[in-house]
């Protein structure tokens, strides 16, 4: 059989139809044609319009929402479009639900500040609607619903529904299968936006945290380097008038010493030399010139022991403590004064300020026993005892143990003249490495003075300081 040629053949039928989606067995086709073209251009047209409403992700939830609306009212030229996510959803999202009527005027009960309150404007299916989906009550619209004129379309998100697009149109307008693809597209691209837009938001408020943080800790690392810069100043001033109150001590300390012995052996000399040019016996003065020589060399002694001192700065490490005695008594001494010394323990390493106090502490006795006490023997002991370490002084000159200490209390209390400093100095010396130190009658009939110092290396429970007139050195 031949067809007529203006009917098409069946594999023509089948192309047109693809291309076009309408059939082509009947020869009048193009009013049907002419509905699936007007489906599809509001189909491209709606695509479009959801595209231009999805980016407005940046521009925070609420202008999302708004632009997502719009683009479902105009797309199918609704009476009333409502969007909203059920409790307990994106609970970081804002607004929660949006409703807008036939003009695009907006309406909520709360998070849209810029939204219109409902009051009894809104129809009660709208209405009943709004509460099912905030309820999340959603047993019966699991799945798009597309009536004649009335829509719903549920949110989803991971698998779950998070809220429901609803819709509905004026009797002339009649929703299709076109209108439910595009309503799908609109409510799954819209889930994932809001996410996006409240993490964005999210992000925002931590970039904006972040960066007030880093700003804080800028100001604090500005006013710290400040702190520090004059903490360093401070520092250093007060180093520098520490070292010089160090100074001052002891230029003071040193010239109340020269003070005490080689100011008063001088004037003493020249006194005596003053008094021979007077008319005065030959014998006598011949007795006030030799005394005039002795006090001349004890001057000398004094300055020769003062200059030792000088030379043996506190932190020198080149002897022991027992060498630095043994030189002290061999070299140092008047010739008229016989001394030895002895080591009990063994020997150990001091502090150097430790050893500096004791060799001072051990000149400062034997000067004194040599030129107030007239002795002619004495007997210098150190003692390394497993919690301290003992320094002892013994003499046999004419001193009074009982006199030396109300002097050593009167010199401590604050002797104005100067004089004594020497047995004061001796204490404070003992005192300031946690020591004490003693005035006692020695056994070979003069003065002992003994100071006692714990060993920094001892077990805090085995330190202990002597107790005076019970513990110390007895010779």
Request: aromatic share 4%; hydrophobic share 40%.
């Amino acid at each position: 059989m031949i067809l007529p040629s203006n009917v098409p053949s069946t594999t023509e039928s089948r192309e047109i139809e693809l291309l076009t989606g309408v059939r082509t067995g009947k020869s009048t086709f193009y009013s049907e044609f002419r509905g699936a073209a007007e489906r599809l251009e509001r189909a491209v047209h709606a695509l479009d319009t959801i595209s231009r409403a999805l980016v407005q992700t940046v521009e925070g939830p609420e202008q999302l929402v708004r632009a997502v609306a719009e683009a479902a009212r105009s797309h199918l030229g609704a009476e009333w479009v409502l969007i909203a996510l059920a409790d307990g959803a994106l609970p970081e999202a804002l607004p929660r639900h949006l409703i807008l009527d036939e003009a695009g005027r907006a309406y909520a009960f709360e998070g849209l500040p810029n939204a219109e309150y409902p009051g009894t404007n809104l129809p009660s299916a709208v209405l009943n609607r709004l509460n099912d989906i905030l309820r999340g009550q959603f047993a019966q619209c699991i799945h798009p619903v597309i009536e004649d004129h009335r829509a719903h379309v549920p949110m989803k998100l991971d698998g779950g529904v998070i809220g429901a697009f609803a819709a509905w149109t004026p009797p002339q307008r009649t929703l299709d299968s076109t209108d439910e693809s595009v309503m799908q597209i609109l409510a799954s691209q819209t889930a994932v936006a809001l996410q996006n837009s409240a993490l964005f938001q999210e992000s925002q408020r931590l970039l904006e945290r972040a960066e007030q943080g880093f700003s804080e800790a800028s100001r604090h690392a500005l006013d710290l380097a400040e702190r520090n810069a004059e903490l360093l100043a401070a520092q250093r001033q007060l180093g520098a008038a520490q070292q010089h109150q160090v100074l001052n001590s002891e230029r003071h300390r040193i010239a109340r010493e020269l003070h005490d012995s080689v100011t008063q052996c001088v004037l003493s000399a020249g006194m005596q030399i003053e008094v021979c040019r007077t008319a005065i016996a030959e014998e006598e003065r011949g007795q006030r010139l030799e005394l005039a020589k002795h006090l001349t060399r004890a001057a000398v002694e004094q300055l020769r022991s003062a200059i030792y001192a000088l030379n043996r700065p506190g932190d020198s490490t080149h002897s022991t403590l027992p060498e630095l005695l043994e030189q002290l008594c061999t070299l140092h001494m008047p010739e008229d004064l016989r001394v030895t010394l002895r080591i009990d323990g063994a020997v150990v390493e001091l502090p150097n300020e430790t050893e500096h106090a004791l060799l001072r502490i051990a000149g400062e006795a034997l000067f004194n026993a040599a030129m107030h006490g007239n002795a002619t023997r004495a007997i210098v002991r150190l003692a390394y005892r497993s919690d301290s370490v003992s320094l002892s002084v013994a003499d046999d000159g004419d001193g009074d143990p009982a006199k030396l200490r109300l002097m050593v209390r009167m010199a401590s209390a604050g002797d104005v003249d100067g004089h004594h400093r020497g047995l004061a100095n001796m204490t404070a010396r003992a005192r300031d490495h946690g020591g004490v130190l003693e005035v006692r009658r020695s056994r070979i009939g003069g003065v002992l003075i003994a100071a006692t110092i714990p060993r920094p290396d001892a077990p805090d429970s085995e330190q202990h300081t002597a107790e005076p007139e019970r513990k110390g050195i007895r010779t």
